[in-house]
């Protein structure tokens, strides 16, 4: 064990908290991301600032709130001006590389503004979320009718045409996609086809191809400066579809049963209800789709702990973990039926709830290997982790999380914070305008205190409340009943106080507001003085003097 | 009459809204003032968003909240990224220039992260609030034992010492000090020396100086782009002196009587309390120094009006009135010793009201000539106000304000504001320090919703609260009496509701939102479709197809 020289920052993408087997789950078995638990610190009640991949990650990326930094869904543009972990990083003379995936859309009006081009270096980070840029690729070569879903060019597209994979769009037509009885493309888009095996070598598809990609780099930085590399996955992810041997791993008597109840639909909140009826909740509601999807996820996330093991193994075989600070968590879950929902968005545990764990070389992390931490932690402290351990302070002005080393270092923890906070902005999802809702009116506000989960909607709804004490698997929401209007009143005052924060006054440092108190006088900015005694002598000679020619009427 | 080419945004500091004749002054005679007023509409209940210069400005300047822009006080820059009104009029085809003071701070290190320099065009914008420089001048040449309030240059000084003016500043020795009976200089700091006549030949003051270079401004453009000229005054800001014969134009019985009522220093707010104790609340709670000062205050109100009346003989000698939009307006008003207190900082109307009036040349406001509006109306609202006048659309994703083209036009105007807000950001004072308060703590929000003026103080305080029915001149705080509590949960509500806007999400427009509703499988994503049959044929068609070769296992 050593000192932190670098950080691996590795991300899945809809990996649930609960499918790891250190986490507990009964049947998913992730002997490698035990490991680094065994290793590290789990940190089991983690939050996402919002259950959505772009969304989410503009929070990692920057370490604020999404109501702070504004890009609030998938290809909402990072604004031009945020500043985000790289450069915070790159201040303390640690490059930031990105390897894989951001969902990052840049703000190519603010750009343009600003007469960044992002063919310049600065551009180019601006454009990359502040990442210099090993490889990118998103993951989701997405094609309809009008178009691919994203225009950004897809290394990993390139490489599987190189590999001899034929057609346009191997992503889809082999990375993505089986083959049915009749020799014809079964799309991993549809969900018929979830126990599929890919058309792929199981070496050439996302993960490891993405894993080996990473390798290259640490490899190709030996010696280099010291740096973070964001290993950013596609999976376990969307399309539901895996190659030979992880898509047999698991069957359906491998699906644990879905954290549901009748009663959720009877009088159910009406954005929970819109999200419960559209296709991904009815989809996600049938068991048959569940007994066939949820083995395919299963296998994409054992394929997702094998790379991670091999990862490890070079790790330990380089000696990368003596000077390596490794992350490994996810932008948010999938409810896969819980709640009668598809997908994310809302804020079940099953959505919003992530995986974190964190592995710390120091010798003054060596107490807590190994351990589990429940404190309340949200995504936006791992950009002040990052800071601190890599010798610099974190900038709490512009910062809005706080470094978890205390855990890490299991010192003592005082004044942690009363709650997490998430949001989620539906107002560019269709759904939004059958609930007859406007641009600004489609948004949730989630409070959790580590007890109660309190959702703030707009639009004119009643909030939703949970009691996880009584309630764990929050199936009864007391938003709809008498009798918790105290509650509902402390946790808005915690929103209230929340959404009033200076978040945006990160121009200044509290240093410098601090040290700017009471000098205006020294600077000869006197205010209120009538007569020249009341003034200290230096600053009484600074405006005195004789009065020179008279040029009074 | 015509069209709108041109507009002249006209700002005084420190002037009150009350300090005009044609606002009902009973003894300050502002015919020019009124002349505007005569040819457009005032508007009565207008408010800025910080009573504080540098705050305020940022906000007129960039058609956002404080709580927005994050500029929350003198010299806590605004942040890279944020756009300004010569930015949305750019955009037009209409250039932006500068005459005078905007009190902004540039943000260097986001310009730095970002590349900017501000020898370039792009970044002399940002580094000057997005205006292009004609002249620059802030108007605070100050000096302590620590230096220069303000390090940039000041064209004034300069242009000063070119007429003969003798010493290193004559902004301090000739235009901001008068000379004692023993030929020393009396400074303008002072109070007691309000009354001399600066030593100054009238035409070489401030006001008649920058006046000059507004139509120097204006000459030199004639033919050229359209442009909005903002002609920024620092008076009648302090250091109250002012040259023959404005000095004497008013004496102590023009002086109206203060607003204050020694109820007021009865269990005050903490904070009000440590306002009204700091030394200008002492000082201007003196009738000796409000009797001295005050007519050095109408002298500077006098001559600023005198200027505007050249100005308007310009504008209407040039034919400029024809297609020039002019507003006239200041940046916070000036307590003169009402309510116990000097300078402004909170939100008494004193304070935190500001005259405004705009003069629209098209046919379409003949209507509403010489009227008076008494819409509740923000300095926000200034911006669109530019945007729609010189044809374009307001961006609503950005600017927070509304366009006051229908009271302009006489047009019906419905779901306007229900109330407007403002801030203070006392972080940066030794009162904060004194009050136990962090630089988080020491924040101010008011909300006015036309009757009741409700002000929430952070740091553990009560709310403050006022009746403007009952108590018009805000004499009783009600927040320290019982009875009132369901008007100030209402009030919080309303702050509440204002603190959750999607204040950050400027890089994507409503109409971009609305846009992507239920496009995202036309680009090929499909989420939650379990069969073909629920594709539409042609997205379908996209995802089908022969297999080609088989990879499997």
């Not at 199981?202 to 490891?208: F, G, R, V």
């Amino acid at each position: 064990m050593g000192q932190i020289r670098n950080i691996l920052f590795v991300m899945y993408d809809q990996l649930r908290h609960d499918y790891l087997s250190c986490a507990g789950h009964p049947t998913m078995k992730t002997p490698n991301f035990d490991r680094l638990a065994a290793m590290g610190v789990r940190f089991s009640r983690a939050y996402v600032q919002s259950p959505v991949c772009g969304a989410s990650r503009m929070s990692f990326y920057t370490g604020r709130y999404v109501h702070s930094h504004g890009a609030a869904w998938n290809n909402f543009p990072l604004k031009v001006g945020e500043a985000t972990l790289g450069d915070h990083l790159r201040r303390l003379g640690v490059e930031s590389w990105l390897v894989g995936k951001t969902h990052m859309r840049a703000d190519a009006e603010g750009m343009a503004r600003l007469g960044l081009s992002p063919d310049s270096v600065i551009g180019a980070r601006v454009a990359d979320c502040g990442f210099d840029v090993w490889i990118r690729d998103d993951g989701l070569v997405a094609e309809g009718p009008e178009g691919f879903y994203d225009s950004k060019r897809s290394p990993y597209n390139e490489w599987l045409r190189q590999q001899g994979y034929e057609g346009h769009n191997p992503w889809h037509s082999n990375a993505n996609s089986g083959i049915d009885e009749n020799g014809d493309l079964a799309s991993g888009w549809l969900l018929k086809n979830a126990a599929e095996p890919a058309n792929i070598r199981e070496e050439d598809s996302e993960t490891p191809w993405l894993t080996r990609q990473a390798m290259a780099f640490i490899e190709g930085h030996k010696g280099g400066a010291p740096w973070l590399c964001h290993l950013s996955y596609i999976k376990p992810h969307w399309p539901y579809i895996v190659p030979a041997p992880w898509h047999d791993l698991y069957g359906p008597d491998d699906v644990v049963p879905p954290v549901r109840d009748m009663a959720e639909r009877d009088d159910p909140h009406p954005v929970f209800n819109a999200f419960m009826n559209n296709q991904p909740g009815q989809a996600f509601s049938r068991d048959d789709v569940r007994l066939s999807v949820i083995p395919a996820y299963m296998g994409l996330v054992a394929q997702c702990d094998d790379q991670f093991g091999k990862l490890l193994d070079y790790l330990q075989a380089s000696g990368r973990m003596d000077d390596t600070m490794i992350v490994l968590t996810s932008d948010h879950g999938d409810y896969l039926g819980d709640h009668w929902m598809g997908e994310k968005d809302l804020f079940h545990d099953p959505s919003v709830r992530i995986p974190l764990i964190v592995y710390d070389p120091r010798p003054e992390a060596d107490r807590t290997r190994g351990t589990v931490c429940d404190a309340l932690v949200e995504a936006i402290d791992l950009a002040p982790t990052f800071v601190e351990a890599m010798g610099g302070v974190p900038p709490a002005h512009v910062l809005e999380g706080r470094s978890l080393a205390p855990f890490l270092h299991g010192e003592p923890v005082t004044g942690w914070r009363e709650a997490v906070f998430s949001e989620y902005d539906y107002s560019a999802m269709a759904l939004a305008g059958n609930l007859g809702l406007g641009p600004n009116e489609a948004r949730l506000f989630m409070v959790f205190d580590g007890r109660y989960k309190f959702i703030h909607a707009e639009g004119g709804f009643r909030p939703m409340l949970f009691d996880l004490e009584t309630d764990p698997q929050e199936l009864v929401d007391l938003g709809k009943l008498p009798g918790h209007e105290a509650e509902i009143e402390r946790l808005e005052r915690m929103l209230f106080d929340w959404a009033r924060r200076p978040a945006q006054r990160t121009a200044i440092s509290h240093d410098e507001i601090l040290g700017m108190r009471g000098k205006s006088r020294r600077y000869g900015i006197i205010i209120g003085a009538v007569d020249p005694d009341e003034l200290a002598p230096d600053l009484r000679a600074k405006i005195s003097g004789r009065a020179g020619r008279d040029y009074r009427g």
